[in-house]
């Protein structure tokens, strides 16, 4: 075959289309199926929206107020955690990772599995500012299981294997510990000199009011995510951690899915002992969240017995 003066090989052209088909083809195909996987989530997600608003009428000025009076009605003292550069000096200093400060006679916890925890955090109280129902001297001591799944129990997250070692006087007799045997599987420290050192932290008094992912809005305001409206009672509901802050004592547990607590279990789980987000030592999953959670009646009854933990991610 000549065209414009060129000698095309029919074989090699014959050839040439074969391959296009072949790389082309299946590319088209996987374009289309991807358009119309993005068409079919967009009709369902309509549908999910008109259902969960279930014919409601959006939402209006005096949602906007009442949603106003409830947050204030619910908000609670707080207290950020400040990650410094280098460990703590004082063994029964606040931390994050390094070693954990045990009374004596209290060995290192040992997870369901057989193998060590993975100590996360340590908060000495008398470092906090003061937080209304929470002790104001003691140490509260925060692991976790060293297995894939970082202890959570989907199924029944006060079965998750977490635990939190209450310590009522640091001035008893005690020793900083290290994580004994081999190496954890995975942890949710993502780096090595935080996890092995530790960071010395200080707090910063705060309040926190509920946000959207708490399970009690569906509560007054229920489909409010589909009714529209009121655009500011979407904006009220923004996170409200400061994403540079992401950890904390009080206030709040913060979420990046949902709530679980609202999925029938759990509820009465209503004060956080400690929140930590992913940041520059943490990387829970693909930039998630974990809570420590306990009933406001442990706490005032200092029992750190019963916590619920769970974490989850994007």
Aim: net charge negative; with cysteine.
């Amino acid at each position: 075959m000549n065209v414009l003066g060129l000698h095309l090989d029919p074989v090699g052209l014959a050839a040439a289309s074969i391959f296009l088909a072949l790389v082309l083809v299946p590319e088209i195909l996987r374009l289309v199926r991807r358009r119309r996987a993005r068409t079919r989530a967009r009709a369902d997600g309509a549908v999910f929206m008109k259902r969960s608003a279930g014919g409601r009428p959006p939402l209006n000025a005096a949602d906007v107020d009442d949603l106003i009076r409830w947050q204030t009605d619910h908000t609670l003292a707080c207290a950020y955690v400040v990650v410094g550069d280098a460990p703590p000096v004082a063994d029964v200093a606040s931390r994050l990772g390094g070693g954990a400060w045990l009374p004596a006679g209290q060995d290192w916890p040992v997870g369901r599995n057989g193998r060590a925890m993975i100590f996360v955090a340590q908060v000495n109280f008398a470092d906090v500012p003061p937080l209304p129902d929470y002790p104001d001297h003691g140490l509260l001591l925060f692991f976790i299981s060293d297995d894939d799944v970082w202890g959570i129990n989907f199924d029944d997250l006060e079965k998750s294997d977490a635990r939190v070692i209450h310590v009522p006087d640091p001035g008893a007799p005690g020793r900083i510990l290290r994580r004994p045997g081999p190496p954890a599987e995975t942890s949710p420290f993502h780096d090595e000199d935080v996890k092995t050192h530790g960071r010395a932290v200080h707090f910063l008094a705060s309040t926190m009011k509920p946000g959207r992912d708490d399970w009690r809005i569906e509560e007054p305001w229920p489909g409010w995510r589909a009714r529209g409206g009121e655009a500011r009672f979407g904006e009220l509901l923004e996170t409200p951690v400061d994403p540079e802050e992401g950890i904390y004592v009080g206030g709040h547990p913060c979420f990046t899915q949902t709530d679980p607590r609202g999925r029938g279990g759990g509820q009465d789980f209503d004060r956080v002992l400690l929140q930590v987000g992913s940041d520059d030592a943490f990387m829970w999953g693909d930039v998630g969240e974990a809570s420590f959670l306990i009933r406001r009646a442990d706490l005032l009854a200092r029992n750190f017995s019963s916590i619920l933990f769970t974490w989850d991610c994007h």
